[in-house]
């Protein structure tokens, strides 16, 4: 009985070390968010209806390929593989349209409006919501933003016990 309870321990601890996914492209393939901690990142919401999100797109499309920057493009309202790749077919593939899974946990809520885009950190968290069409200033700003490097750590300090 004893080894039953083990091997149920065990298993959950080491199901739980799996990756968690949050996003699914239009081919079926997973993507976790995890993927792309390291560097902050965009992630803007779209939908074909939406006028202002068409306007936005080349200036997503500019902050990945001039500025080597990471953004995701979500819909928002895609509820299947297929209406995810009807909605894709006609972007930029620098902007690969991805779908939110419905159990996904994400570092921030669904957006109530488009376009809405929200600036997540190196680490994953939430550091700006931007509610409207995006501007070039605003692009710029972003731009300005992301590429700022990270604070270097002040250096450890060794305390000794024998003063």
């Given at each position: 009985?004893?080894?039953?309870?083990?091997?149920?321990?065990?298993?959950?601890?080491?199901?739980?070390?799996?990756?968690?996914?949050?996003?699914?492209?239009?081919?079926?393939?997973?993507?976790?968010?995890?993927?792309?901690?390291?560097?902050?990142?965009?992630?803007?919401?779209?939908?074909?209806?939406?006028?202002?999100?068409?306007?936005?797109?080349?200036?997503?499309?500019?902050?990945?390929?001039?500025?080597?920057?990471?953004?995701?493009?979500?819909?928002?309202?895609?509820?299947?593989?297929?209406?995810?790749?009807?909605?894709?077919?006609?972007?930029?593939?620098e902007l690969p349209l991805l779908?939110?899974?419905p159990n996904a946990r994400l570092?921030?809520?669904?957006?109530?409006?488009?376009?809405?885009?929200?600036?997540?950190?190196?680490?994953?968290?939430?550091?700006?919501?931007?509610?409207?069409?995006?501007?070039?200033?605003?692009?710029?700003?972003?731009?300005?933003?992301?590429?700022?490097?990270?604070?270097?750590?002040?250096?450890?300090?060794?305390?000794?016990?024998?003063?």
């Open positions: 009985m004893k080894r039953i309870c083990w091997a149920v321990v065990a298993g959950l601890l080491l199901g739980g070390c799996g990756e968690i996914t949050q996003f699914e492209k239009a081919s079926g393939a997973r993507v976790a968010l995890s993927e792309f901690y390291g560097r902050p990142l965009l992630v803007s919401y779209y939908a074909p209806w939406c006028a202002p999100c068409q306007s936005e797109l080349p200036l997503l499309q500019e902050m990945v390929t001039r500025r080597g920057l990471q953004v995701l493009l979500v819909s928002y309202d895609a509820t299947s593989q297929e209406e995810l790749g009807r909605q894709g077919a006609p972007l930029a593939p779908r939110a899974l570092p921030y809520p669904k957006p109530r409006a488009l376009p809405t885009s929200y600036l997540l950190d190196a680490n994953g968290q939430l550091k700006e919501t931007i509610t409207g069409e995006l501007s070039a200033r605003k692009v710029d700003e972003l731009v300005t933003t992301m590429l700022t490097p990270l604070p270097r750590p002040e250096p450890w300090m060794i305390y000794s016990s024998k003063q």
